[in-house]
């Protein structure tokens, strides 16, 4: 048998089609690049530069020597991780993400899920309402809740002069009130957007099947946010990691608020001596502990989801 080819001949092949990815370079890179310059110098640049600082050292000739920057490699960091003040702030925001977050979350994802269910009237109003306290800056929210907590100011003198909230041992759940009445309407925010993407067929299919609001929020809605509930755990630890105005503020009506109390207050005290050098250093730790203990919650929230 004769063999017959069905090459084609060259004349003929079509043409491969460019590839349409480079087709968009340009305008990907016009789009991006206002994001990334901006990235970079607010971001990228401040990092760098801190850990940089943190590797020099002041050194006087003398007593009375002029101060002289030299490059003292890791001394900066030896000093952070051997002082037990730096450690004890950390636990201290680590106690106050137990006392706090739990609340705050649990609250918000009330809200979010009595916002959307069938019951309430005046949505909108609500939702405003609950996010309103957002709007109030720490300082000032400290500020406010401070009056209402010292004695001689608090509309409220009774309970105020009876029950010590600008104390040592309950000074860390006045904090925690502060913080959870300005976030929890913003994590609302996030898990109730969360809700309004669960398809309606899902919560229909579940009441015809004879489902009440609870079985359907537990069964349901809560699995589907749980995301939105991951992403708000892991706001909720960078945000305590970095607390710093409202205790800042509560040194004005507290002694039992120390220049260390939390390791932004310490970075911020050192930075004052001046020693920014290891001021430096303490925020590079403190980075450092916030993306492992960040990292972490996300690894653990994602096997027991998996589970």
């Known amino acids: 048998m004769q063999t017959i080819s069905a090459a084609v001949p060259p ?23 206002p994001f990334l310059v901006l990235f970079a110098l607010f971001y990228l640049i401040p990092i760098g530069y801190s850990v940089y600082q ?17 490059f003292g490699g890791l001394t900066q960091y030896q ?10 702030s950390i636990g201290r925001v680590l106690m ?8 705050q979350l649990g609250l918000a994802l009330v809200f979010a899920l009595l916002l959307d269910s069938a019951v309430p009237k005046g949505r909108r109003f609500f939702r405003l309402v609950f996010f309103a306290p957002y709007a109030v800056p720490g300082a000032i929210a400290a500020l406010m809740w401070a009056f209402l907590y010292v004695p001689s100011l608090s509309p409220f003198p009774a309970i105020a002069e009876n029950v010590n909230l600008l104390g040592s041992g309950l ?9 959870n009445w300005v976030y929890t309407g913003y994590n609302m925010l996030i898990i109730y957007s969360a809700l309004q993407a669960i398809p309606g067929e899902l919560t ?3 009441r ?18 749980a995301p939105a509930l991951i992403l708000t755990g892991v706001f909720a630890i960078i945000g305590t990691l970095q607390l710093f105005n409202e205790p800042t503020v509560f040194r004005l009506f507290s002694n039992a608020v120390s220049s260390d109390y939390t390791p932004n207050m310490m ?8 020693n920014y050098h290891l001021a430096a250093a303490y925020s590079v730790v403190l980075a450092l502990a916030t993306c492992v203990l960040s990292f972490a919650f996300l690894k653990i929230t994602q096997k027991r989801a998996m589970a």
């Open 204 to 206: 229909e299919a579940a």
């Open 54 to 70: 943190s590797l020099f050292t002041i050194e006087r000739v003398g007593t009375f020597g002029a101060p002289q920057q030299v």
């Open 267 to 274: 970075v911020y005290a050192t930075s004052n001596v001046p």
């Open 208 to 225: 015809m099947d004879g489902a009440g609001q609870f079985r359907i929020a537990w069964s349901i809605k809560i699995p589907i946010v």
């Open 11 to 33: 004349a003929h092949r079509t043409p491969p089609r460019p590839r349409r990815g480079n087709q968009h370079r340009g305008a990907i890179a016009i789009l991006l690049g």
């Open 96 to 103: 106050f993400f137990c006392v706090s977050v739990p609340v």
């Open 79 to 88: 000093q952070v991780l051997a002082n037990s003040d730096f450690w004890a």
């Open 171 to 179: 000074l860390m759940f006045a904090l925690a009130n502060i913080v």
